[in-house]
């Protein structure tokens, strides 16, 4: 169920998808639990956001009979995850869609600035023929989102939808203004950023939680 959130968010507030947020959110779920719902809170949410994927007519045979039926087109989507967190998610999105290319950016946030710092970036070759699904379970004060949208333009990215777990309110008005093109989706609008630039209730660092560091 895919309701219209603030800020012309995509909210996906399927009850699956929301206990399991409740459950990450949590400071007592420990490294193993939290990797595993961000898998299964990713694989219900691509479920949403490939909703209105491209199909096309193929003819196949059945035990029974020929037959025509349908099959999500060819050379269409690519999986964008932002380093570190957003390779949490990736599983999750490859159980449904086995076939996608999967690209990565890594930037990590300045800590003074919180301005995204590139450090590496490797993306399907065909990006032009393509629809991205960027993923990052956090956006944040926007600028990991936006910068990573700017580069898949550059490299000619079709189109580009971002899915992320937690949005916060001025994360979303930076990305929508950069791209109002950029189809945002998100299971939750949390209330703002604290000083330090972290979502306010939000689940803490999100690549520290999925990778035991801190
Ligand atoms: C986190 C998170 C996002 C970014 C969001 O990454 O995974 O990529 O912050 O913040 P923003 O919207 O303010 O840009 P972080 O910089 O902590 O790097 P990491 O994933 O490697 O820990
Ligand atoms: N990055 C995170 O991992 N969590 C936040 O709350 C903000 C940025």
């Not at 595993?36 to 035990?63: F, H």
């Not at 967190?85 to 159980?95: D, K, W």
């Amino acid at each position: 169920m895919v309701i219209a959130g603030p800020r012309g968010v995509r909210l996906l507030e399927h009850p699956l998808i929301q206990h399991k947020l409740t459950l990450i959110r949590d400071r007592n779920t420990g490294v193993k639990e939290f990797r595993e719902l961000v898998e299964e809170i990713s694989l219900l949410m691509a479920y949403e956001v490939t909703r209105d994927l491209p199909l096309q007519e193929v003819e196949i045979v059945t035990p029974v009979a020929p037959a025509k039926s349908r099959v999500i087109q060819g050379k269409n989507l690519a999986v964008v995850a932002i380093l570190r967190a957003g390779l949490g998610m990736v599983p999750g999105i490859i159980r449904l869609i086995p076939n996608a290319k999967v690209g990565h950016v890594g930037l990590y946030r300045d800590p003074v600035t919180l301005a995204p710092v590139q450090y590496y970036c490797n993306l399907p070759s065909d990006l032009s023929e393509r629809d991205v699904v960027l993923v990052d379970p956090m956006l944040a004060t926007g600028g990991s989102i936006a910068r990573s949208i700017d580069i898949l333009k550059d490299k000619g990215a079709r189109s580009v939808q971002t899915m992320c777990i937690i949005a916060a309110p001025e994360g979303i008005d930076v990305v929508r203004d950069k791209h109002p093109d950029a189809e945002i989706f998100a299971a939750a609008v949390d209330d703002r950023l604290n000083d330090h630039g972290y979502i306010v209730p939000g689940l803490g660092d999100a690549g520290d939680r999925l990778f035991g560091t801190s």
